[in-house]
């Protein structure tokens, strides 16, 4: 954070004295350490319009900054002018700053547009400026996956990653396929090609290209959560508005009120990762899944442990997936086991969203799988170094939208380019920025149009390898068994080149049976040595949110917990959550009524995904609220 702060203090002198300001307001606010070595170049102007405009500068951080405007001025104190300005303004109108690329998400596709725009910006000596905004605290923060990593995008992007210190460490030494029963784990044929791959942490990945993108010269503030798309006259986008910060749960607002921040650019890149919520409302306000001939996608939730296990039980490099227990027969999913580095072991459980038993619960049967025969020994003795959830992608090919929009286009899992049977989708985020950057730049400095984007798409090796893996995931809704002898086929005998494309089965809101089909799961109570209670994990997941701001979680029809969800459904939300955001609880009549722990949220949208009525609606909360992953 102060690195970027420090950057951007750079950026408002040399360029414009009052563009960045806002941004560096909201900055100030979100660090607690601040010197006068931060603020002793800049101009007396530019400190004293700093301080004007703020109302939530910390104690400290005014201190500094009136060290700061003391060495650029002679002036003992800068308190006669800050006095008068710490006052809010009601009627200010929101800060516009413009770009010419506005990119929502620093995740892997967000990135590689912003790095691949800037490669292109110098190799044709064009300046075009590119801003990435992240909801996450900090660069990395929000990002979680397995991850085996397949580099070949970061080849093709950043061909000296390997000397130029990524930390990408651990090359795959064993890839094993494993079909779990209650007691057993029968090896099976692996469908995966890992040769050449790496075990890696996502978050510390993207870390790393956060900085090679600032390298280049983008603009990159965390902290910030685009709320809306911002259009003009002609219902294009024009950029994203970032919510208001320092709101209570009332609605009024607090002493630290601060207006969001509108940034425009020529074009808008959405990057914001699985059910993104700006994406999800351009591809539907556009029809562009029609416009695609897509089919609706569907979903998985994935749940992750990453442990430090003793020196004697780690193997670096090593793989391991799983079908199977404890998930039963007609429930799509599997488990992994990713062996890093420094004696660290990633272990997760995938679960397909379009299960139809409302008693499963994801959370539980994860607990439950870490004590199966063959994985329990290894984690005995180990600590949990950090635990989280997210959903993914699983439709593929088939539900794949028209990318591209008035004004932008979706990029990366926003739109959907995870290879199921791979278990993979970071290289080919990757590619879908770095396509998406490369059309807009011949936009904005060619006129060639962002259409270009689309087209280069289908002509790429990602359009070629989600299409031979179009038939793995859609195999299963028969179940498992019928799905393995079918995905087999398609992936031995015809490599992917079956002469008919599957269809997905229902939505997974849709998939959901009613409780009276089903016999509620009895799950064992966690041991607190390999399994744990949910508080125990949310703690591990650094999840942390303002507690007095409105509820980033919002019920369509207050009415339908109570009356559909509860009776007919059996409360799934208590259980398909693995964050422990809704209980039902008893009011002063004694009757049960849905309370939203909104603090809790990790950010996993499966209630987005899977109630049953559609009637759950996930919105940002404050920025840089949510999940704090270091390790995922």
Not at 25 to 53: K, Y
Not at 250 to 257: C, S, V
Not at 260 to 282: D, N, P, Y
Not at 479 to 501: D, I, N, Q, Y
Request: some cysteine.
């Amino acid at each position: 954070m102060h690195r970027l702060f420090s950057a951007s203090l750079k950026s408002i002198d040399s360029k414009n004295p009052t563009s960045k300001i806002p941004i560096l307001i909201r900055l100030t606010s979100g660090i607690s350490s601040l010197t006068s070595a931060h603020f002793e170049n800049l101009t007396a102007p530019t400190i004293r319009t700093i301080v004007q405009s703020s109302s939530c500068l910390s104690s400290s951080s005014y201190r500094s900054l009136s060290g700061g405007y003391q060495k650029n001025t002679g002036v003992s104190s800068a308190s006669g002018f800050v006095s008068e300005s710490r006052n809010f303004s009601t009627d200010a109108e929101r800060d516009s700053l413009n770009y010419d690329v506005v990119i929502v998400g620093a995740g892997p596709a967000g990135l590689a547009a912003a790095i691949r725009f800037k490669q292109l910006c110098r190799e044709k000596n064009v300046d075009l400026s590119v801003c990435v905004v992240e909801k996450g605290a900090e660069v990395g923060a929000h990002i979680i996956s397995g991850n085996v990593f397949e580099p070949r995008a970061l080849d093709e992007l950043l061909p000296d990653w390997r000397h130029d210190g990524a930390p990408i460490e651990v090359p795959v030494s064993s890839d094993k396929f494993w079909l779990l029963t209650k007691n057993r784990a029968l090896s099976l044929p692996s469908p995966f090609d890992n040769k050449g791959n790496y075990v890696i942490s996502l978050s510390q990945l993207i870390r790393w290209l956060g900085t090679k993108a600032e390298e280049l010269g983008c603009e990159i503030y965390p902290g910030f959560a685009a709320s809306e798309i911002l259009y003009d006259a002609d219902n294009n986008v024009v950029g994203v508005g970032t919510n208001d910060m320092g709101i209570a749960k009332d609605g009024t607002k607090k002493a630290n009120y601060q207006l969001g921040v509108e940034l425009k650019g020529r074009l808008t890149l959405l990057a914001e990762g699985c059910r993104g919520s700006l994406s999800e409302k351009i591809i539907k306000g556009h029809k562009l899944r029609e416009k695609g001939n897509g089919q609706h996608q569907t979903y998985a939730l994935g749940i992750k442990e990453v442990w430090e296990v003793e020196e004697g039980k780690h193997k670096p490099g090593t793989v391991i997936h799983t079908l199977g227990w404890p998930l039963d027969s007609k429930t799509y999913g599997g488990s992994f086991l990713y062996h890093l580095n420094n004696r660290q072991v990633a272990v997760g459980l995938v679960v397909a969203l379009d299960y139809r038993n409302p008693y499963l619960s994801p959370y539980d049967e994860f607990q439950k799988l870490k004590h199966h025969p063959s994985i329990k020994p290894l984690l005995e003795g180990g600590t949990v170094l950090q635990y989280g959830a997210r959903t993914l992608n699983e439709g593929g090919f088939q539900s794949i939208p028209y990318p591209v929009f008035p004004g932008g286009a979706i990029i990366g899992c926003s739109a959907g380019f995870l290879n199921v049977p791979k278990i993979k989708g970071t290289h080919t985020s990757m590619k879908s920025g770095m396509l998406a950057a490369e059309a807009a730049f011949g936009t904005l400095s060619e006129g060639s149009g962002m259409e270009e984007y689309w087209i280069n798409l289908k002509r790429s090796w990602v359009w070629e390898e989600l299409y031979k893996a179009r038939n793995f995931r859609p195999a299963f809704e028969h179940g498992l068994f019928p799905g393995l002898a079918l995905s087999a086929l398609e992936h031995f005998v015809m490599k992917g080149r079956l002469p008919l494309t599957l269809k997905h089965g229902k939505p997974d809101n849709e998939a959901t049976d009613t409780a009276s089909a089903h016999t509620p799961i009895q799950y064992p109570k966690p041991d607190g040595l390999v399994s744990f209670d949910v508080p125990t994990s949310l703690y591990r997941s650094n999840t942390n949110h303002e507690h007095d701001q409105p509820a980033h979680l919002r019920l369509r029809n207050p009415k339908v917990p109570e009356l559909i969800n509860l009776p007919q459904y059996a409360a799934p939300e208590t259980r398909y959550c693995p964050a422990r955001v809704y209980e039902y609880v008893p009011d002063d009549e004694g009757s049960l009524k849905l309370h939203i722990n909104a603090q809790n949220c990790l950010h996993c949208k499966a209630c987005d995904i899977k109630d049953p009525k559609q009637n759950i609606e996930w919105t940002v909360p404050e920025g840089g609220g949510g999940p704090g992953y270091s390790v995922m």
